[in-house]
């Protein structure tokens, strides 16, 4: 939730946790089903846990830019104050 929002309905374990009723006539092979429900979900996992590294990748960048700006900020007053 931390990375898709409160508005995801779905996460991997609601996948991995799912189980469905036997249908009398017809249906899906439940071997298949479950296996399908767990690659999606090691999927959505798998995209989640890159979100949250984007998510830090994002914050060190910002705090990297704001170092460079408080840089410009000091050699600029330099400048001004040696001319």
């Known amino acids: 939730q931390e990375v898709l929002g409160d508005e995801s309905l779905l ?3 609601h996948l991995y ?3 469905f ?3 009398l006539v017809g249906g899906y092979d439940k071997d298949e089903v479950d296996e399908y429900l767990e690659r ?3 999927t959505m ?3 989640i846990n890159r979100m949250r590294e984007l998510k830090e990748e994002v914050e060190a960048q910002r705090a990297k830019m704001e ?3 408080d840089m410009e900020n000091t050699l600029r007053n ?3 104050t040696s001319q």
């Open 21 to 23: 009723k036997n249908a």
């Open 17 to 19: 946790n799912t189980d």
């Open 78 to 80: 330099a400048l001004i």
């Open 67 to 69: 170092e460079l700006r």
């Open 45 to 47: 996992e798998a995209m």
């Open 40 to 42: 999606v979900a090691d």
């Open 11 to 13: 996460s991997p374990s």
